[in-house]
């Protein structure tokens, strides 16, 4: 498994990490426990140590998730969590509803305190290694956001501070008022705006780039059978880069790259998300796994080596059948 380290921390992870959204259920189509905790599980027992999760997903649920599946593993785990949906107070901005409760993007001072103390009783712990802000709240100076997240670390509940879903000039405020270690983005083959904006400012201050969605949420994993129907909330059902069209143009970029793949001895989405890291934006992969075989493949990704050639052969790919999915 590869290895990187989180910005000025200094603290190592592995390059792929565990992605915890879709454990939560919400916007998923729902959640398997049992087959969460395996997740969880198998990927340590793969060599991914760095488990991302969130408040959000699921109101708690994820969080309690990975708080049972690392007991007595919790020294093996780096473990990922954010703050600033809350839906404890209606202080902020109104950003969307979750199971019937309105969650409120706010980043105060006094909703920190409060949501670090839940998340490290869901999770069982009593220290959070990256502390990541959610998303931005407009209504909250980062002045005072990077206080409450600089008392945090000096009383030992997290160890690093990381930002999420953030533009450059905001990232260089967080900057202004202390270190950020990790910076927490959508990244992949199709989502690559970041490396013409937030990247080049995280290279400069030495902040990690964690890339999210690595897969797309699953486009990218390889050809989508046509007749595969999005049940219940989950939010493919409803996402246009879906559609029959879509799977189409994707099932023609996979045929167009299964002798590499065939060369490569590797999956699909193994060459996606070594494509990630190999491509030098990003410094870690965040990939989302909902049982232990999706774990398991996921973190063989990190022993795939793809080189100049494959790198070239796969964007070129990407340009004649992708540029149209959006």
């Known amino acids: 498994m ?11 992870c592995s390059a792929i990490g565990l992605g915890t ?40 649920r ?13 020294h093996e785990a780096v473990i990922a969590t954010k703050c600033g949906l809350v839906w404890h107070t209606h202080k902020g901005t109104h950003f969307f509803e979750e199971d019937g409760h309105p969650v409120y993007r706010y980043l105060g001072r006094d909703a920190i305190a409060y949501e670090v103390e839940q998340s490290l009783a869901n999770l ?12 931005q709240d407009a209504t909250t100076p980062v002045a005072e ?3 409450a997240l600089l008392d945090l670390k000096k009383q030992g509940k997290i160890r690093a501070i990381g930002v999420s879903n953030v533009d450059a000039a905001t990232l260089a405020e967080y900057l202004r008022h202390g270190p950020v270690d990790a910076a927490q983005e959508r990244y992949s083959l199709i989502d690559r705006e970041i490396e013409a904006t937030l990247v080049p400012l995280c290279k400069e201050h030495g902040v990690a780039v964690m890339g999210y969605s690595s897969l797309a949420l699953g486009l990218l994993a390889g050809p989508i059978d046509p007749a595969r129907a999005f049940t219940g909330d989950d939010q493919r059902a409803s996402n246009p880069r879906f559609s029959a069209d879509n799977r189409a143009r994707l099932a023609a970029f996979f045929a167009d790259l299964e002798p590499l793949r065939a060369a490569l001895g590797c999956s699909f989405s193994e060459m996606m998300i070594a494509w990630t890291l190999e491509h030098g934006a990003v410094s870690l992969s965040l990939c989302g796994a909902r049982n232990r075989q999706q774990a398991i493949q996921n973190a063989a990704a990190g022993s795939v080596a793809l080189g100049a050639d494959a790198l070239l052969q796969i964007d070129t790919a990407a340009k004649r059948h992708l540029g149209a999915l959006g």
Do not use: F
């Not at 712990?125 to 990256?130: A, M, P, R």
């Open 2 to 12: 590869k290895t990187t380290t989180l910005g000025p921390s200094g603290i190592r």
């Open 145 to 147: 956001t990077m206080g």
């Open 124 to 135: 069982q712990t009593d220290y959070i290694d990256l502390y990541i802000t959610h998303w």
């Open 21 to 60: 959204w879709a454990m939560g259920g919400w916007m998923w189509g729902g959640g398997d426990n049992a087959g969460a905790t395996l997740a969880i599980q198998a990927s340590l027992d793969a060599g991914v140590t760095l488990i991302d999760t969130a408040p959000a997903y699921g109101l708690g």
């Open 62 to 74: 994820s969080e309690r998730l990975v708080g049972t599946a690392l007991k007595g593993r919790r």
